[in-house]
């Protein structure tokens, strides 16, 4: 068997463990299911409303998956700027670590405002989430190359450019890869708060009318389907990032 394989196997029955002690607890404390529905019963909204929850879990997945790459590109090219310019570190830098220490739900409203109830503020949300992880972890792995390989890019007179390619980049591909898994799963969470924010669409937007009418099996449903998408995310960036950086040995 192999590690990609225990993995699911050991997530399976951590999964069904979990989801039985949910099972027994709800019915021996018999618990309304406005407060919290058993597994059973959300299975049973999942079933019965597949086709609509479906729905608006797609375009939940494609506000996340836009976000995800605006993101990813401006984080890449924010990093690759500050590793090379040091009048942009000096100003940008404080700028993008303070813009962080905003909260989230502070800043959704403005971007309703500025981009309107559609598509558009969902994907700049997704983007401001995820941005930094990226940024940071990239911008790291930058600062770090071996200064061996530096000292060797100097020998052959390689210019700032060739090194900056060719020993710099490839050198902080890990440091991006963990930054990537990161951003992965933090992407869904900025498209549902853009969602709750000012949207008439989407699974942020089931979760906030069904909320409203006590219907806790349907923003349980609703939780499940952001879950599973999470999880397929991130395992799809995982691959690509292994891809990305071959070298490295796959660890458990």
């Known amino acids: 068997m192999s590690e990609f ?36 019963r959300v299975a049973q909204v999942l079933v019965a409303r597949a086709d609509f929850l479906l729905t608006q879990a797609g375009i939940t997945a494609y506000e996340t998956v836009l976000g995800l790459v605006f993101g990813v590109v401006s984080g890449v090219v924010l990093a690759l700027t500050l590793s ?15 813009s962080q220490a905003l909260p989230v739900f502070a800043i959704a409203p403005l971007l ?34 071996d200064p061996d390989l530096l000292d060797y890019a100097k020998l052959v007179r390689a210019t700032p450019w060739q090194t900056l390619m060719l020993i710099r980049v490839p050198a902080a591909l890990p440091a991006l890869g963990s930054g990537l898994r990161v951003a992965a799963v933090f992407a869904p969470i900025g498209a549902i ?12 937007f089931v979760m906030l009318q069904a ?10 449903a609703a939780l499940v389907l952001l879950a599973a998408m999470a999880l397929l995310l991130r395992a799809t960036v995982d691959k690509a990032t292994r891809a990305m950086t071959p070298w490295q040995s796959e660890q458990a």
């Open 84 to 98: 090379v310019l040091p009048l942009a570190r000096r100003y940008l830098l404080p700028v993008v670590v303070v």
């Open 112 to 145: 309703v405002l500025w981009f309107g109830f559609g598509l558009s503020s969902k994907i700049v949300m997704a983007s401001l989430i995820i941005f930094f992880p990226v940024t940071s972890a990239f911008y790291d792995g930058l600062r770090r190359t």
């Open 211 to 220: 909320n409203a009418r006590a219907q806790a099996d349907v923003v349980f």
């Open 5 to 40: 394989q225990r993995r699911i196997v050991r997530g399976l029955v951590t999964a069904i463990l979990l989801l039985g002690a949910w099972e027994l607890a709800v019915r021996g404390l018999k618990l309304p299911s406005y407060m919290l529905p058993p597994p059973s």
């Open 193 to 204: 708060v853009g969602e709750w924010v000012g949207s008439s669409q989407g699974l942020g």
